[in-house]
């Protein structure tokens, strides 16, 4: 079973605009991480932000963790086409061996 | 450097053949992890190497899945009497250092997609 889930489950928008997606999850973790899937290919590493961390800034990405409310949210600024992917929020449990628990993925489309 | 190579990219088979799909991490990589990936959904842990050491095997569906990494580098993914539920993508991951902290990113392969007739 998955960790939690992400809102929205699709998002379509024009180039330069701003997307927001959000994760939630179920239980304490160790840190939190989002990754990018474009179609048909493995995922790539985004961003990790770590439990005790609220916000943390990669280029044009910006990740906030809020831990007691078990939510996450990743926002990418000035989008462009190439953004267009299936983003997915991974949590790590302490005490574990670093296995990835993903949520179900926002599905976003940039149009030029 | 290369990255997580993962062969084949697409396997079909008939219900009840095994399949043997396998993946080559990034050189020196201590950890590496396989998950399966249902169409539209997150990928699902399945199990966990340190090295050549098998140590958590808990997303594994049932005894029909089993994996191995004999020389602590390739690993080997063996499905025996598929079936059609085992239908999807299988994605091979490594990370460099082991750990129970998990403060690294892991580096996943373009995954195999099998299908199940």
């Known amino acids: 079973s998955q960790q939690g889930e992400e809102d929205p489950q699709a998002l379509s928008i024009q180039e330069g605009e701003n997307a927001t997606m959000n994760c939630s999850y179920k239980t304490s973790i160790n840190n939190l991480q989002w990754y990018r899937q474009n179609s048909g290919r493995g ?4 961003i990790l932000i770590r439990s005790n961390e609220r916000e943390k800034h990669s280029g044009r990405l910006r990740v906030t963790l809020d831990t007691s409310k078990k939510s996450s949210s990743l926002l990418i600024t000035a989008s462009r086409a190439a953004d267009t992917a299936s983003y997915f929020c991974a ?3 302490s005490g574990g061996y670093n296995k990835l628990i993903f949520g179900a993925g926002t599905r ?3 149009h030029p | 450097g290369a990255g997580v190579s993962q062969s084949p990219r697409y396997k079909v088979a008939k219900r009840g053949q095994d399949v043997a799909l396998r993946c080559d991490p990034i050189s020196g990589h201590v950890s590496l992890f396989w998950y399966q990936q249902a169409l539209g959904q997150g990928p699902e842990f399945l199990t966990y190497f ?5 140590l958590d095997k808990s997303g594994l569906p049932s005894d029909r899945f089993f994996a191995e990494r004999p020389e602590g580098s390739v690993s080997t993914l063996k499905i025996q009497r598929t079936q ?6 299988y994605l091979c991951a490594s990370s460099l250092i082991a750990g ?3 403060n690294q990113p892991q580096h996943f ?3 195999t997609r099998l299908s199940i007739l």
């Not at chain 1, 995922?43 to 985004?46: D, K, Q, R, S």
């Not at chain 2, 059609?84 to 993508?89: C, G, L, W």
Request: hydrophobic share 40%.
């Open chain 1, 108 to 110: 976003l489309a940039v």
């Open chain 2, 100 to 102: 129970t902290r998990g």
């Open chain 1, 91 to 93: 949590t790590v449990f």
């Open chain 1, 43 to 46: 995922l790539v590493h985004l």
């Open chain 2, 109 to 111: 392969g373009d995954g």
């Open chain 2, 84 to 89: 059609q539920e085992d239908s999807a993508v």
């Open chain 2, 50 to 54: 340190q090295n050549e050491a098998q």
